[in-house]
């Protein structure tokens, strides 16, 4: 079946530091992979839709300059949060597209990210 | 505004019995997941409708795009069942707008 895995599932990092989290499309061929985050108080966002061979399209108050993502191929895609702060906590989760009329969004379990 | 509406937001049950969770839509949409996501905080997908239902073990979901709702039926509700359900609605390509989630705890 098709899953997606996301790592690590937890950082805790200094603020001012980055921090790279990962996600890997299994059983399918990821074409597009949307990068979300789920606040502390729970409420989720969109941060940034990336298409194999397209521009990666950053939603309002995220910028590439802040949340860098790679997608070299149909199973992989990354992205570093840069000189993460305390607004920059909570849940950040991966969901994968594939391509063919495969509609279905599938996620990750999410990256945690604790800034101390 | 409260454009997916989910009900209740805190529920708790006896181990064993059945409930009903509910999402309601104010925007177009042709599809819908569920997920929970547990004490420890990862997120699981439940489910990922177009209209009509689906079942998996205990838990079974209907999508009524007719009537703009969503419900995630729990069958003899189990311990590992706790946690926080959301359902989402993609509005656009990608683009989830997400129920505020259901925080279910499971008594022995």
């Known amino acids: 079946g098709a899953l997606v895995y996301q790592y690590p599932r937890r950082t805790i990092c200094k603020s001012g530091t980055s921090m790279r989290m990962e996600c890997q499309a299994v059983?399918?061929?990821?074409?597009?992979v949307a990068w979300y985050r789920q606040s502390p108080q729970k409420t989720f966002e969109l941060i940034a839709l990336?298409?194999?061979?397209?521009?990666?399209?950053?939603e309002q108050n995220f910028t590439q300059e802040k949340f860098p993502i790679s997608h070299p191929n149909l199973s992989f895609s990354s992205m570093t949060v840069l000189n993460a702060y305390l607004e920059d906590r909570g849940l950040y989760l991966c969901?994968?597209?594939?391509?063919?009329?495969?509609?279905?969004?599938?996620f990750g379990e999410g990256s945690r990210l604790i800034v101390v | 505004g409260d454009q997916v509406k989910q009900s209740p937001s805190a529920l708790s049950l006896q181990e064993g019995t059945n409930s009903a969770l509910r999402c309601n839509f104010s925007?177009?949409?042709?599809?819908v997941q569920w997920f929970l996501q547990n004490p420890r905080g990862s997120l699981m997908n439940l489910f990922y409708?177009?209209?009509?239902?689906k079942e998996n073990g205990r838990l079974k979901s209907t999508f009524n795009s007719k009537e703009s709702y969503s419900t995630l039926h729990i069958r003899d509700a189990q311990l590992e069942d706790s946690g926080t359900y959301f359902c989402?609605?993609?509005?656009?390509?990608?683009?989830?707008?997400w129920g505020s989630g259901t925080k279910l705890i499971i008594k022995p």
């Open positions: 989402a609605a993609e509005e656009d390509n990608y683009q989830l707008i």
């Open positions: 925007i177009a949409t042709t599809t």
């Open positions: 409708l177009v209209p009509g239902t």
């Open positions: 059983g399918f061929q990821a074409t597009s």
């Open positions: 990336s298409t194999v061979n397209s521009a990666i399209k950053y």
């Open positions: 969901g994968a597209r594939g391509g063919q009329g495969i509609l279905r969004l599938y």
